[in-house]
């Protein structure tokens, strides 16, 4: 069982930068592959970011690409969501998880989940 802690979150105007970050008590952190999802009010849950164990391969959605930036920090059990340029569609809960590989949370799905950090951007 791998347990996931968001923070981060909170209420920001268009434009405006905010990090992310969620941290896993899990010893074997650096074997997972970890990302982030995010649901709107009535809108399903939807594939943010992910980064494969090692760090080597990222990606993210195309609403987010060049915007949304996904790291890790091994030692530390941690990643990151750097959100810049934000806009009021960014609007969401925001959860961080962790699966064996990244494809599986390209797909929309993942092994595990955090309970999920509010991010309100105003206009």
């Known amino acids: 069982q791998v347990q996931l802690v968001e923070s981060g979150g909170g209420l920001v105007q268009a434009g405006d930068s905010l990090r992310l970050s969620c941290a896993a008590a899990?010893?074997?952190?650096?074997?997972?592959?970890m990302g982030w999802f995010r649901q709107a009010p009535g809108k399903e849950r939807e594939f943010v970011a992910a980064?494969?164990?090692?760090?080597?391969?990222?990606y993210v959605t195309e609403s987010v690409k060049g915007r949304f930036t996904i790291s890790r920090h091994n030692a530390e059990n941690t990643i990151y969501l750097q959100m810049n340029s934000l806009k009021p569609e960014d609007t969401a809960v925001y959860y961080c998880?962790?699966?064996?590989?990244?494809?599986?949370?390209?797909?929309?799905?993942?092994?595990?989940w955090g309970q999920g950090t509010q991010v309100t951007v105003s206009s």
């Open positions: 998880a962790a699966a064996r590989e990244t494809l599986k949370m390209r797909l929309g799905e993942s092994d595990y």
């Open positions: 899990e010893r074997t952190f650096s074997s997972y592959a």
């Open positions: 980064i494969s164990w090692g760090g080597r391969n990222a």
